[in-house]
């Protein structure tokens, strides 16, 4: 990956997830204050949370927007019906 334009900044190029323990290091190495991680709802991230925490460093979570309110089914069915009545009223406008 190529690296980023910020200047003053380390860059760590690697895949975890890690352990907690590897996690706790790197935190500790390079002095880290605070984390700022979205709430991506997988383990991906969890040694690093974990570590940060026992560290007693701030963690900051990012939630997920509030998905839209759009209209959803939970079939073919209904999908069919669905796409079915949304094209009947753009006919019925001459769209």
Known sequence: E????VP??????ARGPFAE?????????HGVDAIVSKNSG???????IAAARALGIEV???????????????????AA???GHALASVAARGV
């Open 60 to 78: 900051i979570m990012l939630r997920r927007p509030p998905l839209p309110a759009v209209p959803n089914v939970a079939s073919v069915e209904e």
């Open 42 to 48: 997988g383990d991906a991230t969890f040694g690093k």
């Open 8 to 13: 003053y900044a380390s860059y760590l190029v």
């Open 21 to 29: 323990s590897a996690e706790r290091e790197l935190l500790l190495a």
């Open 81 to 83: 019906a669905w796409l």
């Open 2 to 5: 190529p690296p980023l334009g």
